[in-house]
T-cell receptor, first 111, second 113 residues
Framework: SQELEQSPQSLIVQEGKNLTINCTSSKTLYGLYWYKQKYGEGLIFLMMLQKGGEEKSHEKITAKLDEKKQQSSLHITASQPSHAGIYLCGSQNNAGNMLTFGGGTRLMVKP | NAGVTQTPKFRILKIGQSMTLQCAQDMNHNYMYWYRQDPGMGLKLIYYSVGAGITDKGEVPNGYNVSRSTTEDFPLRLELAAPSQTSVYFC????????????FGDGTRLSIL
């Protein structure tokens, strides 16, 4: 089965700093999803990447997909306390009916 | 918009008890999913359904059962609760494959004591 490894597992940054979260797959990526989970709540969809080299942005969050490396990165520019939470990457299987999730990256932003 | 609604939000069960976690979506999504999230971990797929009357096992189905009699509802049943089933359970739904994201409920926190 596919495995997704996220790094780092946790991260504490000062407000205003940039940060990057990585998601590496053990198998071919057919579709890579990024979600954010606020502590104690459900998952909120951020963005989805499908093609190698694809890059998407939403406000101050940018995600990229490196198909050859089977890896995606999520970059937050000028972090704010509202960015705090758990970021999860999920990979879609070839049939498109299942997601496999990474272990998550816990982000804290210190004011 | 309601989206995906899960009930209850919290529950404490004794070992051996049974219960049903409810999940309903009002987006007319064909696909529905049940995940569990253990502390400090990612989500593990328990069961999923691609439409009414069709269910399939995910990664960790043992100890659970599901049914899908309507498009809207996808209940998860625990027959004999065990401490290992203490977790947060999330239900999600999506449109059929065309790379549509899954929409998640707020979760049910279940403790088995």
């Amino acid at each position: 089965s596919q495995e997704l490894e996220q790094s780092p597992q946790s991260l504490i940054v000062q407000e205003g700093k940039n940060l990057t979260i990585n998601c590496t797959s053990s198998k071919t990526l057919y579709g890579l999803y990024w979600y954010k989970q606020k502590y104690g709540e459900g998952l909120i969809f951020l963005m989805m990447l499908q093609k190698g080299g694809e890059e998407k942005s939403h406000e101050k969050i940018t995600a990229k997909l490196d198909e050859k490396k089977q890896q995606s990165s999520l970059h937050i520019t000028a972090s704010q306390p509202s960015h705090a939470g758990i970021y999860l990457c999920g990979s879609q299987n070839n049939a498109g009916n299942m997601l496999t999730f990474g272990g998550g990256t816990r982000l804290m932003v210190k004011p | 918009n309601a989206g995906v609604t899960q009930t209850p939000k919290f529950r404490i069960l004794k070992i051996g008890q049974s219960m049903t976690l409810q999940c309903a979506q009002d987006m007319n999504h064909n696909y529905m999913y049940w995940y569990r999230q253990d502390p400090g971990m990612g989500l593990k797929l328990i069961y999923y359904s691609v439409g009414a009357g069709i269910t399939d096992k995910g990664e960790v189905p043992n100890g659970y059962n599901v049914s899908r009699s309507t498009t809207e509802d996808f209940p998860l049943r625990l027959e004999l609760a065990a401490p290992s089933q203490t977790s947060v359970y999330f239900c999600a739904s999506s449109r059929p494959r065309d790379n549509q994201p899954q929409h998640f409920g707020d979760g049910t926190r279940l403790s088995i004591l």
